[in-house]
């Protein structure tokens, strides 16, 4: 991906990150949070949102607020540094609207020869299971994992 990236900020143990994005009529801030999910603690679920004045996530916001795809590229180097702290952990992460299951499908797709050198990538399919990425395949959610031989 030969697209720039926000500045990052790490928090609690690189489970948590942020950035700004600032436009000519408005700024915001994003927040990237991973919390183990109930079905497996091996399985983190990263959360994805503009933090609110009230110190919550906004993820009803779509990614598109200043560059999509320099805030895509930006939450995407949070799995990197999520997995290269806790490679042991599985990173799960689905669009809460079709247009950001596609967004996320269109990326791992077009990013994947690049992605496969690093990850394992798993894509939920239309029987609910998870199954090995391929290519051309549109699937509902996605699990990753950092190779452990790189």
């Known amino acids: 991906m030969n697209i720039p990236n926000y500045d990052l900020e790490a928090f609690d143990d690189n489970t948590v990150y942020g950035f700004s994005v600032v436009n000519s009529d408005t700024s915001y ?20 949102g503009v933090l609110n004045a009230d110190g919550k996530l906004d993820d009803t916001i779509e990614p598109g607020i200043g560059n999509i795809s320099k805030v895509i590229k ?3 180097i949070t799995i990197y540094k999520f997995t290269e702290a806790y490679s042991d952990r599985w990173v799960y992460f689905s669009g809460n ?8 499908n269109r990326v791992i797709t077009n990013n994947y020869q690049f992605l496969a050198k690093t990850f394992i990538v798993l894509g939920k399919d239309y029987t609910n299971k998870y199954v090995e990425f391929e290519l051309g395949h549109p699937y509902g959610a996605f699990l990753v994992k950092r190779l452990t031989n790189i």
């Open 74 to 76: 930006t939450v995407g």
């Open 97 to 104: 609207t079709a247009q950001k299951r596609t967004l996320y």
């Open 29 to 48: 801030y994003y927040r990237v949070v991973y919390t183990p999910t109930t079905i497996n603690p091996d399985i983190y679920n990263l959360g994805f």
